[in-house]
């Protein structure tokens, strides 16, 4: 079965500060997709980056950044000179690629980021 | 026009109530799913679709139920309703090959009372 860890539940920062999410996961599959998503206050769900299991290479976009490191099983995510905007609830979520692959959930890290 | 639209957007019902939640989807894509969205708790899934034909439960389907009308239509019931089925309930799609990823309706939040 596939899990997603998200042991930080809530991050305060103030504005400008650098933050970031971790995110461990465990799947016995070798090739499976890693996700981020960002819940604003307004509820909808925004698909932020996928990852497969074969790209190790980090991830820059902007003011945000993922470290996917195989070894730990860790995909964790780092929100550089935050933001008020930046300010939701952030999910890692984990895909396998089965015959009955499904999008499994970590619980989620509210991030309070204060002017 | 969205690709997963959800409606309601926002329903409150009583207990013992039968209310369906309904997704429609203009993405022709084979796999569609409802998850439920509860604080602290991350996104569970309740039941998913791999085609018209082919339904299966996840890991909260107890009190709930499904039906695939259509490639592009998947309706979620709660029979009788409770109160601790108030949550935010999504619906996504997504294709045979997940590496193309999901696509999300904007949730529908249910308040049983």
């Known amino acids: 079965a596939q899990k997603v860890t998200q042991a930080q539940t809530e991050i305060s920062v103030v504005e400008k500060e650098d933050v970031t999410l971790d995110c461990v996961y465990e799947?016995?599959?070798?090739?499976?997709?890693l996700f981020w998503y960002k819940q604003p206050p307004s509820g909808e769900l925004v698909f932020l980056i996928r990852?497969?299991?074969?790209?190790?290479q980090n991830e820059i976009s902007g003011r945000y950044s993922w470290n996917f490191q195989k070894s730990t099983s860790s995909f964790n995510f780092t929100i550089t000179a935050s933001q008020v905007v930046d300010s939701a609830v952030y999910f890692c979520?984990?895909?396998?690629?089965?015959?009955?692959?499904?999008?499994?959930f970590g619980k989620g890290i509210t991030l309070s980021v204060r002017p | 026009d969205a690709d997963v639209t959800q409606t309601p957007r926002n329903r409150i019902t009583k207990t013992g109530k039968r209310i369906m939640l309904e997704c429609s989807q203009t993405k022709g894509h084979d796999r569609m799913y409802w998850y439920r969205q509860d604080p602290g708790l991350g996104l569970r899934l309740i039941y998913y679709?791999?085609?018209?034909?082919?339904?299966n439960k996840g890991e909260i389907s107890d009190g709930y139920s499904v039906s695939r009308q259509a490639q592009a239509k998947f309706s979620l019931s709660l029979e009788s309703a409770i109160p601790n089925q108030t949550a935010l309930y999504f619906c996504a799609t997504s294709e045979r090959q997940v590496n193309y990823g999901y696509t999300f309706g904007s949730g529908t939040r249910l308040t049983v009372v």
């Open positions: 799947t016995r599959d070798t090739t499976y997709y």
């Open positions: 990852r497969n299991s074969f790209d190790e």
């Open positions: 679709s791999f085609d018209v034909k082919d339904i």
């Open positions: 979520a984990l895909n396998d690629t089965g015959a009955n692959s499904k999008l499994t």
